[in-house]
């Protein structure tokens, strides 16, 4: 596969672009492919080399890449009208009424531009709304480039991940390890009356994707409760993915008090959003006393195809299709690897999926785990599979980096160059996608 024109390419971006890139998790070695375009679900480089595509924006593209005509006709008709205003117009009052319709926590939003701007925002409300300033977040969890959150350590021993974040933002952050009851149960016990919020994504989808044990996602709703905090779910990825339109809360049955959104809900365009009860939401300016704004919030174009595409899910059974797919996909995963890498774990459910090269469980994941593995306490590898950040990198993290993502990629299909990243499946990916996809896994794993 010849790749010269993204090679030059990449030479002239490290000229003026730090890395490279625009966005850190792009820089693939030894260069990233530089894309033409998008075909349904797969994506056409520079070089005419086309492959398919797995990576679908980092979450955004549950339609695919042609987009349906709906979607294509709402984008092109806000953008007849003029870019935008600074003023509203009706399409973001459509797209509030839609997701407040189908999400159970949601009766009001805010909409913001990306899903760092969701969380910032959300995590102000709490500390404004409950006077306190600690905030709870889970380890190797992920909630965009905010100060409060890029922090690495546990609690008592807690540092910014990133050189120019003061250690006043990591002082106020206590990350836990998720799954572990214990642990955030000693945070409270500790802090209680000093915690705004605790933070998580209801399934881990920066982190190798990680289920929630039995009980864990109620267990922070009671504690929360207990405590005057409040819960926020970081739905980012998770939102209009995972649980059809109600989302994953909807599909676990726990309701927080603030969830944050992005991605799929700007149709492919930048995104983020706040939604909760109005009680809470109208504390934001100018309803309230907690400053927000944003010169492109709301954004027509992004409005409209926001709403275009989840009109679209819901009228189309997306999600029983991807479901059907991906459940196919991980079916075949788990046979290739119960024969080649046993000790691996295919993890992930809908449209999600991705096999975390574990090293411990030397037990092949059983008929039990063929939607991906949900840490279901029956299960034989219960104890051994990954529940926290620490366990999925514990994995073999550098064979798939330099070995085997390269090699999948030479064989034409592109999967996100970190081991921690979920890997999406579309709406426009097919039968034969699938199938062509495990003869490359079962070749190359
Ligand atoms: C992608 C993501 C973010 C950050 O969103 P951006 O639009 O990249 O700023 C926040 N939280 C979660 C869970 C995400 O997956």
Redesign the pocket.
């Given at each position: 596969m010849q790749r010269d024109s993204s090679r030059a390419l990449y030479d002239r971006a490290l000229g003026v672009l730090a890395g490279g890139v625009n966005?850190s998790v792009r820089a693939s070695r030894p260069y990233p492919v530089f894309i033409d375009h998008g075909e349904g679900g797969h994506v056409v480089d520079v070089d005419g080399n086309r492959y398919l595509d797995f990576i679908m924006g980092?979450?955004p593209l549950l339609l695919g890449h042609d987009l349906p005509a709906s979607v294509r006709e709402a984008v092109e008709a806000a953008v007849d009208t003029g870019p935008m205003f600074g003023a509203p117009t009706p399409v973001e009052v459509e797209l509030a009424e839609f997701v407040a319709g189908h999400v159970p926590s949601v009766e009001m939003l805010r909409f913001v531009?990306?899903?760092?701007?969701?969380?910032v925002s959300a995590v102000r409300l709490a500390r404004a709304v409950t006077g306190r300033d600690l905030v709870v977040i889970m380890q190797g969890?992920?909630?965009?480039?905010q100060e409060s959150t890029l922090v690495e350590g546990g609690p008592g021993a807690v540092e910014p991940s990133s050189p120019g974040i003061p250690d006043a933002f990591s002082a106020s952050t206590l990350p836990v390890p998720f799954n572990d009851t214990a642990a955030v149960d000693a945070v409270f016990e500790t802090h209680g009356d000093r915690i705004a919020a605790v933070m998580t994504?209801p399934i881990l989808?920066?982190n190798g994707i990680i289920e929630p044990g039995d009980g864990y996602l109620e267990h922070l709703r009671t504690l929360t409760d207990q405590h005057g905090a409040l819960l926020i779910f970081?739905?980012?990825?998770?939102g209009f993915r995972i649980g059809g339109l109600a989302c994953a809360q909807g599909l676990f049955g726990v309701t927080p008090d603030l969830t944050?959104f992005?991605?799929i809900i700007g149709g492919g365009f930048?995104?983020?959003a706040v939604g909760g009860p109005a009680a809470l939401i109208e504390h934001f300016t100018p309803a309230g006393e907690v400053f927000q704004s944003g010169t492109f919030s709301g954004h027509p174009v992004t409005m409209a195809a926001g709403l275009a595409t989840l009109e679209y899910a819901a009228d189309h059974d997306v999600y029983d299709q991807l479901s059907t797919l991906g459940d196919r996909l991980r079916t075949g995963l788990i046979d290739i690897i119960a024969d080649s890498a046993p000790s691996y774990t295919v993890v992930g459910r809908g449209s999600m999926f991705k096999i975390l090269f574990s090293r411990d469980p030397t037990t092949p994941q059983s008929g039990g785990c063929r939607s991906g593995c949900r840490r279901s306490a029956s299960c034989d590898r219960h104890s051994a599979c990954p529940s926290t950040a620490a366990g999925v990198r514990a994995g073999a993290t550098d064979r798939w980096e330099r070995v085997f993502r390269p090699a999948m990629r030479d064989a034409g299909i592109l999967l996100p160059p970190n081991q921690f990243e979920s890997q999406f499946l579309c709406a426009e990916h097919t039968a034969a996608d699938v199938d062509t996809a495990l003869d490359a896994y079962q070749e190359l794993l």
């Open positions: 966005s980092y979450g531009n990306s899903g760092t701007e969701a969380t969890g992920y909630h965009g480039a994504e989808a920066n970081d739905e980012v990825i998770t944050t992005g991605k930048p995104v983020g």
